[in-house]
């Protein structure tokens, strides 16, 4: 039922219309200050990260994000997942875990030794998701987040 493509710049206005619902989900939309040049810079100039889009027939139904991450314990690549979103009307029909076996194939593809991502701590539905598929918390590690004047001020000293 559902089929799962590479994005291409083309598919700028897709991507950024469900980052834009992610965000609402999530109840950040007032963070989202991408714009379709920065996704257009950051994905297909600099390509510090991919997309693959699911789609149910021709309509975009959900994506995900990702990048390579390295591990020095490890001593080879593995994958961050930024994002997974599945549009409400969508869900609980596969797509979601269609989602993330795609980029288990290409993390294996590409040699990765993980795929790790995070997940907000309200929300039980994905947790719940996540385990079922065999994922487990990191509860020995906290994320921690420089950004705007934090990071700038790092950077001067």
């Given at each position: 039922?559902?089929?799962?493509e590479p994005a291409?710049?083309r598919?700028?206005?897709?991507?950024?219309r469900l980052?834009?619902?992610l965000?609402?989900?999530?109840?950040?939309?007032?963070?989202?200050?991408?714009?379709?040049?920065?996704?257009?810079e950051?994905?297909?100039v600099?390509?510090?990260a991919e997309?693959v889009i699911g789609y149910?027939?021709d309509e975009p139904?959900g994506?995900?994000v990702?990048?390579?991450?390295?591990?020095?314990f490890?001593?080879?690549?593995?994958?961050?997942?930024e994002d997974l979103?599945v549009?409400p009307k969508?869900?609980r029909?596969?797509l979601?875990?269609?989602?993330?076996?795609r980029?288990a194939r290409i993390?294996?593809?590409?040699g990765?030794?993980?795929?790790?991502w995070?997940v907000?701590?309200w929300?039980?539905?994905?947790?719940?998701f996540?385990e079922?598929?065999?994922?487990?918390?990191?509860d020995?590690?906290?994320?921690?987040?420089?950004t705007?004047?934090s990071?700038?001020?790092?950077?001067?000293?």
């Amino acid at each position: 039922m559902f089929r799962i493509e590479p994005a291409t710049e083309r598919d700028l206005p897709i991507i950024l219309r469900l980052v834009k619902s992610l965000a609402e989900y999530e109840h950040l939309a007032h963070a989202v200050v991408a714009t379709e040049a920065t996704l257009r810079e950051s994905l297909f100039v600099r390509r510090a990260a991919e997309v693959v889009i699911g789609y149910a027939g021709d309509e975009p139904a959900g994506f995900a994000v990702f990048f390579q991450t390295f591990s020095t314990f490890l001593g080879i690549p593995g994958m961050y997942l930024e994002d997974l979103f599945v549009d409400p009307k969508f869900r609980r029909q596969g797509l979601g875990e269609a989602l993330l076996a795609r980029l288990a194939r290409i993390a294996v593809e590409r040699g990765c030794g993980r795929l790790e991502w995070s997940v907000l701590r309200w929300n039980e539905l994905a947790i719940g998701f996540y385990e079922k598929l065999g994922a487990r918390p990191m509860d020995d590690w906290v994320p921690y987040r420089l950004t705007g004047d934090s990071l700038r001020t790092l950077a001067r000293r």
